[in-house]
């Protein structure tokens, strides 16, 4: 054993010093989105049959997000319940907008996170700045809006006890790039109850939210089942277990 252990770190220090990124360095990308296409592949065909799932489509289509957000709204009958809607990424309010006008109790809260500046970073095809719109005007008081990035703006909000623990939880993850995934889901992790649901709208992108929620998952030890997906796991809702 003392001698696997010596083997294994001096050639841990010979790779080292071998600076090998002088070399492969091209390869870091590469490798790294096909590690986590394979890992989402995998992820794929473990999925167990569920009621509401397109899975395989040829018509992809981001309108079908609505039916997805439909059928939780009616298999958990939330017309009328009293919960908190969350969501990060919220850009012109699309679909913000249709959780608002589908939940129809006076008690229920809807908060929506964004700088409203554009994404921070470089995401795929899109540039740092790309889906900067203005902040959503909607004739409803039980909305709110929190201008910032998320990283500025969310331990304030959770500090000041927004993050209702009594309340079912509807939490929408739209941020698209990983480290704002990554960070919002790593913020509220300790807030999130069984039978809160998530969504999220680019889950099989396989460098971002796919990723994000993997990390988060093996890091925390928390347990979600998947209850809904549409455009080959594109848009998706899970439930805390
Ligand atoms: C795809 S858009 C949201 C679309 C919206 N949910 C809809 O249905 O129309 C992604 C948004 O996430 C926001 N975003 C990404 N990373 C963020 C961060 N770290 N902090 C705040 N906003 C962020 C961007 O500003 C952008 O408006």
Redesign the pocket.
């Given at each position: 054993m003392i001698n696997k252990i010596k083997v294994n770190a001096f050639a841990k220090n010979l790779v080292i010093l071998s600076k090998p990124h002088i070399l492969f360095g091209f390869a870091e990308k590469p490798f790294k989105f096909i590690a986590n296409t394979i890992s989402l592949s995998r992820w794929i065909s473990n999925q167990d049959k569920i009621e509401f799932n397109d899975y395989f489509t040829f018509k992809r289509n981001h309108s079908k997000r609505y039916e997805l957000y439909q059928f939780i709204h009616s298999k958990f009958n939330l017309e009328f319940k009293d919960i908190n809607y969350y969501?990060?990424?919220?850009?012109?309010?699309?679909?913000?907008k249709w959780w608002v006008n589908n939940i129809k109790n006076e008690n229920s809260r809807f908060f929506g996170?964004?700088?409203?500046?554009?994404?921070?970073e470089n995401w795929g095809f899109f540039k740092k700045g790309d889906?900067?719109?203005l902040i959503p005007t909607i004739d409803d008081n039980r909305t709110t809006f929190v201008k910032?990035?998320?990283?500025e703006t969310l331990f304030d909000f959770i500090d000041n006890n927004n993050f209702d623990k009594s309340k079912p939880k509807i939490i929408?993850l739209?941020?698209?790039?990983f480290?704002?995934t990554l960070?919002v889901l790593t913020s509220i992790a300790k807030h999130l109850n069984k039978g809160d649901i998530l969504f999220f709208?680019e889950y099989n992108v396989p460098n971002h939210e796919y990723s994000a929620f993997k990390i988060f998952r093996e890091s925390f030890y928390i347990d979600f089942e998947l209850i809904g997906a549409v455009n080959n796991y594109y848009q998706v809702a899970f439930m805390v277990k």
């Open positions: 969501e990060f990424g919220v850009s012109g309010g699309d679909s913000f996170f964004d700088t409203f500046e554009g994404l921070p889906m900067a719109n910032g990035l998320f990283q929408h739209d941020a698209d790039i480290s704002a960070f709208d």
